[in-house]
């Protein structure tokens, strides 16, 4: 569990990384944004990386906690697979900051272990949307055909990626929620209409 100082600095951190888009963050920044010395963030954090792993925490918990309770709450595939990724837009308007993390620009020149945990938190995320396309397929009686779940969960994820890379390139002007109730219509006539998986 975080103190009451650890979560001050991660806030400041997001802070930082939404009002400075592009720019890297320092820990010498960091801390005069907090107006502490250096010594001090290590006393929280062991590193900078301690620190984005823990916003990638709050991002795969929050998410994949909301994504839970809507697997409970129906069992409409289109639905389920429409709500998820609205959950993933809405977590990113909310977090610009942390949005930055999970699109991996900040985190060049930092360890690799970091990308590969932004890689994993994608990766949760496909296999999400992939067991909600083959159990709707399983529901209705029809024989899963792997190759066509995959590349609609794959094109699932790629618009998802997507609106959030647009919304980082844009610093922040251009919502990642902004019209997807539309658009994820298109996706989903093209998806479950076509292929049957609703």
């Known amino acids: 569990m975080k103190t009451a100082r650890q979560q001050q600095i991660l806030e ?16 010498a920044s960091l801390a005069a ?13 062991a590193s900078k990386a301690k620190m984005f792993d823990a916003l990638i925490d709050f991002a795969e918990e929050t998410v994949f906690g909301l994504a839970n309770r809507i697997l409970g709450e ?3 595939a289109a639905a389920r697979c429409g709500r998820i990724c609205g959950v993933v837009l809405a977590f990113a308007d909310k977090n610009p ?3 930055r993390v999970l699109m991996g620009d900040i985190l060049v020149g930092e360890h690799e272990r ?12 496909e296999t999400q949307l992939r067991q ?17 779940i995959n590349a609609a969960a794959n094109l699932i994820l ?8 647009h919304y980082v390139r844009s610093a922040y002007r251009h919502s990642p929620s ?8 298109m996706l989903a006539q093209g998806i479950f209409v076509v292929r049957g998986a609703s």
């Open 12 to 27: 400041v951190l997001a802070t930082e990384l939404e009002s400075r888009p592009g720019a890297r963050i320092s820990t």
């Open 33 to 45: 944004a907090l107006g502490v010395s250096e010594a001090a963030l290590y006393r929280h954090f």
């Open 74 to 76: 129906t069992a409409d």
């Open 97 to 99: 900051g942390i949005t």
């Open 114 to 125: 970091l990308r590969a945990r932004v890689a994993q938190f994608f990766d949760r995320l």
């Open 132 to 148: 909600v396309l083959r159990d709707s397929l399983l529901t209705a009686g029809a024989q899963p055909d792997r190759a066509l």
């Open 158 to 165: 790629a618009s998802v990626t997507g609106r959030l890379a």
């Open 178 to 185: 902004a019209q997807w109730d539309e658009q994820w219509q």
